[in-house]
């Protein structure tokens, strides 16, 4: 079949590497973006994780001794009955020692109180 002058458009083969190409683009971006997502996710924890620590503080000033759950920390945290972390774990506080229920998220130590 021959080409006329005044036809216009791209071959198979032209079309054929552009998916090519995109293809290539999108399996180097997904995951990335999901490194990206677990990333934030982990940093958010831990500033849930280092507010909670702070109103631990407060309860520890105000009563002399660290907070049993963090729950008993309502007076101190607008959200501290329903505080959950970005990536679906849940807040544990023991001891002064706030604990995420996802392994890599990691816990808290408490900052010492100051005499």
């Given at each position: ?19 090519v190409?995109?293809?290539i683009?999108?399996?180097?971006a997904?995951?990335?973006?999901n ?24 309860y ?18 607008v ?12 807040y ?15 816990t ?8």
């Amino acid at each position: 079949m021959r080409r006329t002058r005044n036809q216009k458009g791209f071959t198979i083969m032209e079309l054929m590497i552009v998916i090519v190409i995109i293809g290539i683009l999108i399996a180097i971006a997904i995951p990335a973006y999901n490194n990206f997502i677990a990333t934030a996710q982990k940093r958010a924890c831990q500033s849930n994780m280092r507010t909670i620590l702070s109103a631990d503080g407060l309860y520890y000033a105000e009563n002399n001794r660290h907070a049993a759950a963090v729950a008993d920390l309502a007076p101190y945290m607008v959200n501290a009955a329903s505080i959950t972390c970005p990536g679906g774990g849940t807040y544990t506080l023991a001891a002064g020692v706030v604990t995420c229920s996802i392994a890599d998220h990691g816990t808290m130590p408490p900052t010492p109180p100051t005499p």
